[in-house]
């Protein structure tokens, strides 16, 4: 290891121990990250743009180093992490501590290690002669639904010069991935009426008409295991869709006049969810709903749509992938969770790929971590980018 790649590394776990400090739970706000951010460029003279929430406690942050009159790189990562209420921490979650050549701490994972180690070369890139400017995307309410990034991007898609590509730091053990899959989420309330369980045949019951509406989402989600459509890039190559969770009744002798359900479709990129939530809706209301309301007008079904977020489709054949293609050694699939990338595609029509240091296998559970050789793949990976992008 060089001495430069040696201090940037030792500058990057610095910055990662103090990102991990701030406990970004998606609840809390994340203006104290956001600030320490800020303070840290403006050492650079690097100004930096917010996008703040409604309620003014969370806000995305841009900072671009590098000519204005250019397509450019965005560098992207969430702020926010997951709560840290698991049982079994071995060490305080906020409070980053290495062992074994591993960084523990909530985050370090998923995803502040990708977000340190693109501060740790701001040093590097402001004395360098860019060509081709980077946009540092910091946001917000990732892990709650990919909620706060939009403002952003909606930002960046009406720029003078729009970013020609994204690199969204989700832990991959620094393999490309250039696929995500969308998702829905919903919840469903279904009213009834209640009375005593003798009279059954006189009450609509919610958790029945709720079972039936669940058993045609489940056979519609068969559909897409045998009729696809398929992409075998996926492990599990079609849309996925299930009920995950459910409420409702109130004693064991009273018909139910309320139940409550979630589900979700987890679809390929270019599988329209919303026309198969659509029909699914149109089905239950033809059927289950006008069949309550015959019987008690005021029974029926609610849908709401929780949040959603678009998939990410495979730009690796688009010219902008061509500035990373000689510095990456291959692409490695596509991948099933969520991620900015759909948003940064679809919605800012920015070609995206991921790629992040650390292994999703252990974000989001106990004395998750990441390991500092990750960091410094990362490092090297993103002094390329630096490179390839001088004049
Ligand atoms: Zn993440």
């Known amino acids: 290891m060089t001495q430069t790649n040696m201090s940037r590394l030792h500058l990057a776990i610095d910055i990662l121990g103090k990102l991990v400090a701030f406990d970004t739970t998606s609840k809390n706000s994340n203006l104290g990250l956001i600030r320490y951010v800020q303070d840290y460029l403006a050492q650079y003279d690097i100004e930096t743009t917010l996008f703040y929430d409604e309620t003014g406690e969370k806000a995305n942050l841009l900072a671009t180093i590098g000519p204005k009159d250019v397509p450019g790189i965005v560098l992207s990562g969430h702020t926010d992490v997951v709560p840290a209420l698991e049982k079994g921490w071995i060490s305080p979650a906020f409070d980053m501590t290495e062992r074994d050549g591993k960084l523990f701490g909530r985050g370090t994972a998923d995803m502040k290690g990708f977000a340190a180690c693109v501060l740790a070369t701001v040093p590097d890139l402001v004395k360098q002669d860019l060509a081709i400017p980077f946009h540092i995307c910091l946001s917000y309410d990732e892990?709650?639904?990919?909620?706060?990034?939009?403002?952003?991007?909606?930002?960046?898609?009406?720029?003078?010069?729009?970013?020609?590509?994204?690199?969204?730091?989700?832990?991959?053990?620094?393999?490309?991935?250039?696929?995500?899959?969308?998702?829905?989420?919903?919840?469903?309330?279904?009213?009834?009426?209640a009375g005593h369980?003798?009279?059954?045949?006189?009450?609509?019951?919610?958790?029945?008409?709720?079972?039936?509406?669940?058993?045609?989402?489940?056979?519609?989600?068969?559909?897409?295991?045998?009729?696809?459509?398929?992409?075998?890039?996926?492990?599990?190559?079609?849309?996925?869709m299930l009920t995950t969770t459910i409420s409702g009744g109130t004693a064991t002798n009273v018909t139910p006049d309320c139940c409550e359900f979630t589900f979700e479709i987890r679809h390929l990129p270019d599988h329209d969810a919303a026309s198969v939530i659509e029909q699914i809706k149109t089905r239950v209301t033809e059927t289950l709903e006008t069949e309550m309301k015959a019987r008690e007008a005021d029974?029926?079904?609610?849908?709401?749509?929780?949040?959603?977020?678009?998939?990410?489709?495979?730009?690796?054949?688009?010219?902008?992938?061509a500035f990373v293609r000689n510095i990456i050694d291959e692409v490695s699939g596509k991948v099933s969770y969520g991620s900015e990338g759909g948003i940064f595609e679809k919605q800012g029509n920015i070609p995206s790929i991921i790629c992040g240091p650390g292994s999703i296998a252990q974000a989001h559970k106990r004395n998750e971590?990441?390991?500092?050789?990750q960091l410094d793949e990362c490092l090297a990976f993103l002094k390329k980018l630096g490179d390839q992008a001088v004049a």
Request: net charge negative; aromatic share 10%.
């Open 143 to 193: 892990e709650v639904g990919c909620l706060g990034v939009g403002s952003m991007v909606d930002h960046l898609a009406k720029i003078d010069h729009p970013p020609r590509l994204a690199v969204i730091g989700e832990p991959t053990e620094m393999k490309v991935i250039n696929g995500q899959k969308g998702k829905y989420s919903m919840r469903v309330t279904v009213t009834g009426t």
């Open 197 to 240: 369980s003798s009279f059954a045949p006189h009450h609509v019951n919610a958790i029945e008409y709720a079972s039936r509406a669940i058993a045609m989402i489940s056979d519609v989600a068969r559909e897409f295991e045998t009729n696809g459509p398929f992409d075998p890039d996926f492990t599990v190559p079609h849309s996925t």
């Open 299 to 321: 029974t029926g079904f609610e849908w709401e749509e929780i949040f959603h977020y678009p998939g990410m489709g495979d730009c690796t054949g688009a010219e902008s992938f």
């Open 369 to 373: 971590f990441v390991e500092i050789s």
